[in-house]
């Protein structure tokens, strides 16, 4: 975050000393830190509110973290979840599988020092008692190129996967045009093909009828789609649509959640879901029609063209991609940013929590490297998925 604040105006040697808090409810965090900006998609307050409405069951919680230094001026936030793993209470970021980021809220001008960064993060698990253990995933260095409270932090590890971000204008760099894209050409082939099945319209969910039916599209199309890759999907789980229903329902004047949906004449043949917050748009669920003759024209990268194309019309900076590493991102001229994970043990009985964190750690670069190990977990992981709980990532499918 960028508000000027007494932190950020230390000379390098001064020391700093930060005190933590919890607070009661996702309102009283963002009173917190009013006025002050630096927050994103994930860390917004109707998104947590949201998911502390919908998502949480009994044994579940959100911790909401506040941290002031020496003067009581704010100087960061944290939303985390509280479950028990292995019989012990843990302390995740916040997931379910619809969480991309973890990049806890931070009020200075530039990044604290790892021994600063150190300090803070000390102050945070502190003000979580009877915890046993902590882990988080998906957290970049700088996120759009802004700091936020663990940018500085020295006890990192990578994850072994990144996220994908199209910079569409910024400072000293040019404005991106889509239409004079390397990918723009490819995109007017595929729109010829669709338009041989009907005439090709791409329009947004402006009211919620028009929300609703986007929904059971998409619904329908990835439920079908997935099944035919043997893979579960977080839309299988009827807690998470109500969610995205939820974040882009039209009463208000602007949606945190944005729908298109691309038809060849009457009928669809891709639905896009994104997040719109500040200057950023984030890409969360593409969906495209089984069809197999619709298929042929692309219709899922005709649709992240076009929607592309609104979010420059609509002034966005950012188009993000979001996480994976999937082959239809890099086609966007778009830059990688690696993502990083922690585990730590609180106390002995946290241990085991923090053995099984580094075991995925190990198995994700082992299939990084050997792409043969990678098709080879999915299988087994096929087997058992039926019953497993919605956890995949939901834009994980292709564009195509």
């Not at 990144?162 to 404005?175: C, D, E, I, K, Q």
Request: with cysteine.
């Amino acid at each position: 975050m960028n508000a000027h604040t007494p932190t950020a105006d230390r000379t390098a040697t001064e020391p700093l000393t930060f005190t933590a808090r919890q607070f009661g409810s996702v309102g009283e965090m963002f009173a917190f830190g009013a006025g002050r900006s630096g927050g994103h998609a994930f860390l917004n307050e109707r998104f947590l509110g949201e998911i502390g409405k919908r998502m949480l069951d009994e044994r579940q919680r959100l911790v909401l973290v506040g941290v002031a230094d020496q003067d009581g001026s704010p100087v960061a936030a944290f939303a985390f979840l509280q479950r028990r793993k292995f019989g012990v209470a843990t302390l995740e970021a916040v997931d379910f599988g619809i969480v991309d980021y973890f990049a806890p809220a931070y009020f200075g001008n530039t990044a604290l020092s790892a021994a600063d960064t150190a300090k803070l993060w000390r102050a945070v698990t502190k003000a979580v008692p009877g915890v046993h253990a902590v882990a988080f995933k998906k957290m970049p260095r700088l996120l759009y190129d802004r700091p936020h409270a663990l940018s500085g932090a020295a006890f990192l590890k990578p994850m072994g996967t990144s996220a994908t971000t199209l910079r569409l204008r910024g400072p000293g760099r040019p404005s991106v045009v889509p239409e004079k894209m390397s990918l723009a050409r490819e995109v007017r082939r595929k729109s010829k093909k669709l338009e041989k099945i009907g005439p090709l319209t791409f329009e947004e969910a402006r009211t919620n009828a028009e929300v609703d039916e986007a929904m059971a599209t998409m619904v329908a199309f990835r439920t079908a789609r997935f099944a035919e890759l043997g893979r579960h999907d977080a839309l299988l789980d009827p807690r998470v649509v109500a969610f995205y229903r939820s974040l882009a329902d039209r009463d208000g004047d602007v949606p945190l959640a944005r729908m298109f949906t691309l038809r060849t004449g009457a009928v669809p043949v891709a639905v896009i879901y994104g997040i719109s917050h500040g200057d950023v748009f984030t890409l969360i669920v593409p969906s495209i029609t089984t069809c197999r003759e619709a298929q042929s024209g692309s219709p899922g990268l005709v649709g992240l063209f076009k929607t592309l194309q609104w979010c420059r019309d609509q002034d966005f900076a950012v188009f993000d991609l979001s996480v994976g590493t999937l082959g239809y991102k890099s086609r966007f001229d778009a830059e990688t940013n690696e993502l990083f994970e922690y585990q730590q043990a609180l106390t002995p009985l946290g241990l085991p929590v923090v053995a099984e964190a580094r075991l995925r750690r190990w198995v994700r670069h082992l299939a990084v490297r050997y792409p043969q190990v990678r098709s080879t977990l999915e299988g087994f992981g096929r087997k058992g998925r039926s019953s497993a709980p919605a956890a995949a990532k939901t834009n994980g499918d292709g564009g195509n």
